[in-house]
């Protein structure tokens, strides 16, 4: 486990064997704990790097709204990176952490060698469809204020065991992590040219036409759909899960000889 000061806020990770990087990002509400089940199996020939964000788990909980943001969060990762000497890495995550993942691609195409978007969105094209989500942002982050950490008892399996300090940065990171900006990420999409892998889970629903949507736009993307998972497909299905990542990831690895990122 390990300190990263981002101008004064200290962001939690942790490092699982070694080989080429893997970075991967939880979910809203999540921490880097999601991915326990998975950590032997994805540090066997890679650098795996888990971490927890801003707000969220052993990281710190910034009082000013400003020190929350989609820009902030892609400098954390770029920083983390930078940390562990990973000029490139394999760059993943689900739900909110895959859209960061994303965000980070559309900022460093040049770091990215590859994409793992599990149970994501890409954001919005329309403000109408932006703004429902953004309400739903800005009351989950008023309910967080309201009721505190009681709200994840009665959120899904992955959310009831975590640990947060207090929900106050929870609710910060939903009005200034979880709401949107603009389009910019989901118009990136027919750009990125680096192996992408979608993953979901057959009965997450809410994300299934976008997965359809990413695999679509995103060149050569491939896409899994696991049977009886729901958003948190990695805890849902474990087996399932590695059984659909690790191909893809060796197959990168066979093919790296003589190339290089782009």
């Known amino acids: 486990m390990a300190k990263l000061d981002r101008g004064g806020v200290n962001i939690h990770y942790e490092v699982h064997g070694s080989g080429p990087p893997l970075i991967l990002t939880h979910g809203y509400s999540s921490t880097s704990a999601m991915w326990q089940g998975q950590i032997a199996a994805l540090s066997k ?18 009082d000013d709204p400003e020190a929350y943001s989609e820009a902030l969060t892609v400098g954390d990762i770029a920083a983390l990176l930078d940390a562990e000497g990973a000029e490139t890495a394999i760059v993943g995550g689900l739900s909110l952490g895959g859209y960061m993942s994303l965000a980070f691609h559309r900022a460093h195409p040049e770091r990215v060698r590859a994409l793992l978007i599990i149970d994501t969105g890409p954001g919005f094209k329309k403000d109408d469809a932006r703004d429902i989500w953004n309400k739903r942002a800005r009351d989950t982050g008023d309910r967080f204020d309201r009721e505190g950490l009681e709200v994840l008892k009665t959120s899904s399996a992955e959310r009831a065991s975590v640990t947060h300090r207090n929900a106050k940065g929870l609710a910060l990171a939903a009005r200034g992590m979880l709401a949107q900006r603009d389009a910019r990420v989901i118009e990136s999409l027919p750009d990125i040219r680096v192996p992408s892998l979608v993953v979901v889970g057959a009965d997450d629903t809410p994300f299934l036409a976008a997965s359809d949507y990413m695999a679509a736009k995103i060149p050569g993307a491939q896409k899994v759909v696991i049977p009886n998972a729901g958003h948190a497909v990695n805890i849902d299905q474990p087996q399932a899960f590695i059984d659909a990542v690790l191909p893809f990831l060796d197959t990168l690895e066979a093919s790296a000889p003589g190339k290089t990122a782009s």
């Open 45 to 62: 020939h890679h650098k795996l790097v888990l971490w927890d964000m801003r707000g969220h788990g052993l990281s710190d909980y910034p």
